[in-house]
C-alpha cells in the first residue's frame, strides 16, 4: 500500500459560482446578466438551460454550508453576481444583494470556513454590455467601483479575493469562439476585451492595496496543456503558441508588465490590434498575493498548417475521457505547474478548479462515482509531484461542491461531488464526497494504482 501524504499547512476546499448555483434570478433586487441573455437565446445552451433555478443556493445556502462543515473544508470559493450589487453595473447599490452575501459569508465564518470570494465570474449586468460590455474600456471603472465596494462591505469578512475567473473563458472563448456569453466571433473585440479585463484586474488589485484592506488578492486563470506529439520543431512551436493563447497572454502581462510578442504578431496578422494606453501595463502587473489556477485537461498536439489560429491540432492519443469528452491527462497538470513555476517563479498557488465530468445518477439514495475518485487521485498524485518539485501550492479546491448549470452544456454535464436533482433539488452526496471527507481529515489518501 502506498499513500500520498500532503503537508498539514495545505488548505483544501470546494469552488461554485454564482449564476450556475444561485437561482433567484428575478430575487432581491438582481439585475439581469449576459448569462440571463445568452442562455434564453436559442440554440446557445444545451435544451435551452438556464440559470433561473440552478441549483436553489440562493436559498438553500445554509443547507450548502452545513455539506461543507460535513467535507471539514478550509475554505468556500464562490461567485458575487455583480447584477445583485450593481443592478445596472453602475449607480446605486443593492442593500438587499450585500445582505445576501453577507447572509452566506455569516453563516461560512460561523463553521470556521474562508470564504474565497471571486468578483467577476462571467455574470456581466445586461445594462452594461448593451453599453459594449468589456469591449468599452468605461467597463474598467464599472468593474473597479463594483470591486471597491465588495472590498469595503466585506472588510474584516473576506480574506482571500479573486478578480477574475478564467479571462480566457470570458474574453475568446466568449467573443472570438462566440461558445460562452455574449457569444460573439471577432478576434479584434476578443483581444480588446482581454486587455480591458486585465486592466480592471490590476486596478481593482491596486485600489485594494491604496484602501489597506486585510487579506490577500490574485486572479484565476484557467490553464491546458498541449504537449509536443514529437521532437520536431514545428510540433514545439504548435504547441508553444497553443499553450501562449491560455497562458502567455494572461500571465506575461501581469508577471513581466508586457505582452508576449510572437502573439501580439500572430494577433495583428489575423487582424486584430492590441490597444494599449499610458500606463495600461504598469497597472495590469501589480504584484498579486497568489495565484489561483484552473486545471482540467490537455492533450498531445502537432503542427497542422493552416489549422485555426495557431496551426496546431490535438491528436487522439488514447488517453482516457470523462463524459465531457476531455481528455484526463494529469501529466498535463505536473507540466503546467512545472512551466508556471520555472516561468513566472515562486507565486504562491492555490488550485482554484480541478475536478471531471461524470453523470452517475443515484441508485437507491447512493452515487457510485469512482471514476471522479480515480480522477481526483490522479490529480493529486500529479500536485504531490509538482509540489516535490518546488511548485509553491498553498490550497486545492475542487471544481464543484455541487452539479451546476455548465454553461453551454446546460445541466446535462455534471462536476459536483454531490449530486443535485434539479427538479426537487435534492442534494446527494456522492461517494466522492466521503472519499474528499475522509482525505481532507486524513491529510494523505492510499493511492489505488
Ligand atoms: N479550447 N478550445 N476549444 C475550441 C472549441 O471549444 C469549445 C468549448 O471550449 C471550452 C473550453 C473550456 C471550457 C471550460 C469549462 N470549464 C469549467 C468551468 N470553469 C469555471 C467554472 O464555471 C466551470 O464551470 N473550464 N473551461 C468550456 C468550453
Same mark, same amino acid.
Given at each position: 500500500m502506498s499513500i500520498v501524504q500532503f503537508p498539514k499547512e495545505m488548505k483544501w476546499g470546494v469552488a461554485t459560482a454564482s449564476y450556475q448555483i444561485e437561482g433567484a434570478?428575478?430575487?432581491? *433586487?438582481?439585475?439581469?446578466? %449576459?448569462w440571463d441573455t445568452f442562455s434564453k437565446t436559442p440554440g446557445k445552451v444545451k435544451n435551452g438551460d438556464n440559470g433561473d433555478v440552478a441549483c436553489g443556493s440562493y436559498h438553500r445556502y445554509k443547507e450548502d454550508v452545513?455539506?461543507?462543515?460535513?467535507?471539514? =473544508?478550509?475554505?468556500?470559493?464562490?461567485?458575487?453576481?455583480? #447584477?445583485?450589487?450593481? #443592478?445596472?453595473?453602475?449607480?446605486?447599490?443593492? @442593500?438587499?444583494g450585500l445582505d445576501y452575501y453577507h447572509r452566506l459569508v455569516d453563516e461560512l465564518l460561523e463553521k470556521g470556513i474562508q470564504p474565497m470570494c471571486t468578483l467577476y465570474h462571467w455574470d456581466l449586468p445586461q445594462a452594461l454590455q448593451d453599453q459594449g460590455g468589456w469591449g468599452n474600456r468605461q467597463t474598467i471603472d464599472a468593474f473597479v467601483n463594483y470591486a471597491n465596494t465588495m472590498f469595503e462591505a466585506f472588510e474584516g469578512k473576506i480574506k482571500h479575493w479573486i478578480t477574475f475567473n478564467e479571462p480566457w473563458c470570458a474574453s475568446f472563448l466568449s467573443n472570438y469562439m462566440g =461558445?460562452?456569453? #455574449?457569444?460573439? @466571433?471577432?478576434? @479584434?473585440?476578443? =483581444?480588446?476585451?482581454?486587455?480591458?479585463?486585465? =486592466?480592471?484586474?490590476?486596478k481593482a488589485v491596486s485600489d485594494f492595496r491604496k484602501l489597506g484592506i486585510e487579506g490577500q488578492i490574485g486572479y484565476a486563470p484557467n490553464v491546458e496543456w498541449n504537449e509536443p506529439y514529437s521532437n520536431r520543431q514545428e510540433d514545439i512551436d504548435a504547441c508553444k503558441r497553443a499553450n501562449a493563447f491560455h497562458l502567455d497572454w494572461f500571465f506575461d502581462p501581469v508577471f513581466k508588465g508586457e505582452y508576449p510578442k510572437f502573439l501580439v504578431d500572430l494577433f495583428e496578422k489575423n487582424g486584430a490590434q492590441l490597444h494599449v494606453e499610458p500606463g495600461d501595463m504598469e497597472i495590469i502587473s501589480q504584484p498579486i498575493d497568489f495565484l489561483g489556477i484552473n486545471y482540467y485537461s490537455g492533450s498531445v498536439a502537432r503542427y497542422k498548417e493552416n489549422e485555426g489560429l495557431f496551426e496546431h491540432e490535438r491528436i487522439d492519443t488514447g488517453f482516457q475521457k470523462t463524459d465531457i469528452g476531455w481528455n484526463i491527462y494529469p501529466e498535463g497538470f505536473y507540466n503546467v505547474l512545472t512551466h508556471i513555476h520555472k516561468t513566472y517563479g515562486d507565486v504562491p498557488i492555490? %488550485?482554484?478548479?480541478?475536478?471531471?465530468?461524470?453523470?452517475?445518477? #443515484?441508485?437507491?439514495g447512493r452515487v457510485r462515482d469512482s471514476k471522479r475518485i480515480d480522477y481526483l487521485q490522479q490529480h493529486l498524485i500529479a500536485l504531490d509531484r509538482a509540489m516535490k518539485s518546488g511548485v509553491n501550492i498553498k490550497g486545492y479546491l475542487?471544481?464543484?461542491?455541487?452539479?451546476?448549470?455548465?454553461?453551454?452544456? *446546460?445541466?446535462?454535464?455534471r462536476f459536483g461531488i454531490v449530486h443535485v436533482n434539479y427538479r426537487t433539488l435534492e442534494r446527494t452526496k456522492k461517494d466522492s464526497f466521503y472519499w474528499y471527507k475522509q482525505m481532507i481529515s486524513n491529510g494523505f489518501f492510499e493511492r489505488l494504482s
Open positions: 434570478v428575478n430575487e432581491g *433586487g438582481r439585475g439581469l446578466s %449576459i452545513e455539506m461543507m462543515d460535513d467535507l471539514g =473544508v478550509d475554505f468556500y470559493r464562490f461567485s458575487v453576481a455583480w #447584477p445583485r450589487i450593481f #443592478p445596472d453595473g453602475t449607480g446605486e447599490v443593492n @442593500q438587499a =461558445v460562452h456569453a #455574449p457569444g460573439n @466571433q471577432d478576434l @479584434q473585440l476578443a =483581444v480588446d476585451v482581454a486587455h480591458h479585463m486585465n =486592466v480592471a484586474h490590476g492555490y %488550485i482554484t478548479e480541478n475536478g471531471s465530468c461524470y453523470n452517475e445518477e #443515484p441508485e437507491n475542487t471544481w464543484s461542491l455541487m452539479d451546476n448549470f455548465e454553461w453551454a452544456e *446546460g445541466y446535462t454535464m
